[in-house]
């Protein structure tokens, strides 16, 4: 009897001491600023800066606090979380701390999550608080070079029929472009389409006013044929019109609403919703960037053709892309052989 209560009096000593012994201050924190660039290339170094507030008790050693940061791939979720980040052992209530970590940069499109961790002891750690970054971290192979291709090289359009015609053999357009500024923020960039045939086109003479030099032009340098260009870019809001572009392709070029866009109540044509648009001259383009024909863009300010369907508007084609060209004669056109210098350019203001 004596042993067991021996024991048991061990045993409510063992259980005092262990309870007495830890006496933790109460961690928490709250984000309250972030800074990363958004625009690197491969092996470059990242800095992300993260400034926390004390929202709770005091810390002291062997107490501390730091903030992780977690990249996360977009394209196969997996994560990275960059080591080395700056902690502190001692933080008053209210007070603030600044937390870094650096990272070689891998070549990725990346989401950034900061997690703010606290041990009381300096051993077991806990999660305090978290907050995601606005802005994706973009890493690519290389920087400030570019690349732009077609095919085929020379567009055959054999015998033009009379009436609207598509041409079925599409454009192939090749690029890679990427190019950031000293702030690290992506520079707007275009891939435009046009012609250049300003010096090959002499009109009618004797006429009042010339025609657009845009689209095709007689050997002879007195007629034109207007060329029409389409691509992904270009679709009038689709389901509103009853064509869906990306199943079924380019839509009818016999079709009013899709050649010169749907009728307003004005009776007017809406043309910035067709489908189809005609290619300018250069001789015709500005620097208004409303007489440009971009085929693609990456301007994050730009707002052109932008619609229901196309949120984040008109610097989403994949590369390679396809573009369809068209274009319309009539009875009274005049044969002949017709040729153009098409020019597609990638710029960047």
Request: overall charge negative; charged content about 20%.
């Amino acid at each position: 009897m004596k042993k067991v209560l021996a024991l048991f009096s061990y045993c409510i000593i063992g259980l005092i001491l262990l309870g007495s012994g830890q006496c933790f201050a109460a961690q928490s924190a709250s984000i309250i600023g972030y800074t990363y660039q958004h625009n690197f290339k491969t092996g470059e170094t990242v800095r992300f800066t993260t400034t926390m507030k004390n929202t709770g008790d005091a810390i002291s050693n062997p107490a501390y606090t730091y903030v992780q940061v977690v990249l996360t791939n977009s394209l196969t979720g997996a994560e990275t979380d960059p080591a080395g980040a700056t902690s502190t052992d001692s933080l008053a209530s209210g007070a603030t701390f600044t937390s870094t970590t650096n990272w070689t940069a891998v070549a990725g499109k990346y989401t950034v999550t900061l997690i703010v961790y606290g041990s009381p002891d300096g051993i077991a750690e806990t999660a305090l608080t978290r907050k995601y970054g606005a802005f994706p971290l973009n890493v690519e192979t290389t920087v400030g070079t570019e690349t732009l291709k077609v095919f085929p090289t020379i567009l055959n359009l054999g015998i033009i029929p009379y009436g609207r015609h598509m041409y079925p053999v599409p454009l192939e357009i090749t690029y890679d472009f990427y190019l950031y500024n000293i702030l690290r923020e992506q520079k707007p960039w275009y891939v435009r389409i046009y012609t250049d045939n300003f010096t090959k086109y002499k009109g009618i003479k004797g006429a009042v006013t010339k025609d657009s030099p845009g689209g095709l032009v007689s050997s002879d340098g007195k007629y034109t044929i207007p060329l029409r260009v389409w691509c992904l870019n270009f679709p009038p809001e689709d389901q509103e019109l009853g064509w869906d572009s990306t199943l079924s392709g380019p839509p009818p070029v016999d079709d009013d609403t899709y050649w010169k866009g749907p009728i307003l109540d004005s009776g007017e044509r809406f043309e910035n919703k067709a489908a189809w648009i005609r290619i300018p001259d250069y001789s015709e383009m500005t620097a208004d960037r409303g007489t440009w024909r971009n085929l693609i863009g990456q301007d994050f300010y730009d707002t052109q053709y932008r619609t229901d369907t196309n949120q984040t508007g008109d610097f989403t084609l994949k590369s390679p892309f396809s573009v369809y060209f068209a274009t319309e004669t009539n009875p009274a056109s005049v044969k002949g052989n017709y040729s153009a210098r098409l020019i597609i350019e990638l710029y960047s203001p």
